[in-house]
């Protein structure tokens, strides 16, 4: 069993930011590439950014440039760092460890974006 513990989500006014973060066991973390995903009510669970071992990252195109993603080995915490926040933002937020077939999950984090 490997937990994953998320934080940071909340409600938020348009052009808002918030930070989430997710932090999982020492041993696990640097072997595991590791990633936020979203899912707003009523459709399927979508990634929004990834981060490898070495630091390369990924993002949805909608989030580029808005969105970073960072981890922190000594922490053993990712981080996704949300600014200029949209409506379309609006979902459960989950952190995702990866390695091979191998993956999982956090208990996910609300976000919202409304004025």
């Known amino acids: 069993q490997v937990q994953l513990v998320e934080s940071g989500g909340g409600l938020v006014q348009p052009g808002g930011s918030l930070r989430l973060s997710c932090g999982a066991p020492?041993?696990?973390?640097?072997?595991?590439?590791m990633g936020w995903y979203r899912q707003a009510p009523g459709k399927q669970r979508d990634f929004v950014a990834t981060?490898?071992?070495?630091?390369?990252?990924n993002y949805l195109d909608s989030v580029k440039g808005r969105f970073t993603i960072s981890r922190d080995n000594a922490k053993n915490t990712v981080y996704l760092q949300m600014n200029s926040l949209k409506p379309e933002d609006t979902a459960v937020y989950y952190c995702?460890?990866?390695?091979?077939?191998?993956?999982?999950w956090g208990q996910g984090t609300q976000v919202t974006v409304s004025s």
């Open positions: 995702n460890a990866q390695r091979l077939s191998i993956n999982y």
């Open positions: 020492l041993s696990f973390f640097s072997m595991y590439s």
């Open positions: 981060i490898t071992i070495r630091g390369s990252t």
